[in-house]
T-cell receptor
Framework: DAGVIQSPRHEVTEMGQEVTLRCKPI?????LFWYRQTMMRGLELLIY????????DSGMPEDRFSAKMPNASFSTLKIQPSEPRDSAVYFC?????????????FGNGTRLTVT | SQKIEQNSEALNIQEGKTATLTCNYT??????LQWYRQDPGRGPVFLLL?????KEKRKERLKVTFDTTLKQSLFHITASQPADSATYLC?????????FGPGTRLSVLP
């Protein structure tokens, strides 16, 4: 099993540009989570999907952020337009359940720098 | 307000000693609590899960306790090794979400 795969590993962009982060979850996992990690705020849940349907997007900071899951093996997180305060490490994770009875499997993240 | 705290931002211990990390929470009623390890530049990796009706869980050199009255979990690493140096995160299942603590950076000194 290849685990959760995220791309790119690093992204540097200028303020105002569109950024798209990608994630391939573990096959067979029905839940996919997007988290953001910063020194100040730690790991924050942005949105999660169940069977490709967004269930809770209350953690999405503002309308500049959007996430899609067109099929069971692919998800994107888009920021448009990007701002310097969006600089963080973005993690995708998948799980076989949304409850705490099942572990989260994380990718290695995308480090985003917005200048 | 809801809060998860981990006892210290950083913890240094000598190789061979037992490391004890603390996770305290307020205004949550989690049915499960999980512990993760995170190395620099990598995503968190799941270590252990404990249920609210379990007092203790062990896996090799790791031990987790869960006290729902104190609203606290303790994470122990016995016979610690320099390879155990990492950041350790606790996480609660809060409704449909996983909520993570800020983490404790453990350094095991040779």
């Amino acid at each position: 099993d290849a685990g959760v795969i995220q791309s790119p590993r690093h992204e540097v962009t200028e303020m105002g540009q569109e950024v798209t982060l990608r994630c391939k979850p573990i096959s067979g996992h029905d839940y996919l989570f997007w988290y953001r990690q910063t020194m100040m705020r730690g790991l924050e849940l942005l949105i999660y999907f169940n069977n490709n349907v967004p269930i809770d997007d209350s953690g999405m900071p503002e309308d500049r952020f959007s996430a899609k899951m067109p099929n069971a093996s692919f998800s994107t997180l888009k920021i448009q337009p990007s701002e310097p305060r969006d600089s963080a490490v973005y993690f995708c994770a998948s799980s076989s359940a949304s409850t705490g009875n099942s572990p989260l499997h994380f990718g290695n993240g995308t480090r985003l720098t917005v200048t | 307000s809801q809060k998860i705290e981990q006892n210290s931002e950083a913890l240094n211990i000598q190789e061979g000693k037992t490391a004890t990390l603390t996770c305290n929470y307020t205004n949550y009623s989690p049915a499960y609590l999980q512990w993760y390890r995170q190395d620099p530049g990598r995503g968190p990796v799941f270590l252990l899960l404990i249920r609210e009706n379990e007092k203790e869980k062990r896996k090799e050199r790791l031990k987790v306790t869960f006290d729902t009255t104190l609203k606290q979990s303790l994470f122990h690493i016995t016979a610690s090794q320099p390879a155990d140096s990492a950041t350790y995160l606790c996480a609660l299942a809060a409704g449909q979400n996983f909520v993570f603590g800020p983490g404790t950076r453990l350094s095991v000194l040779p």
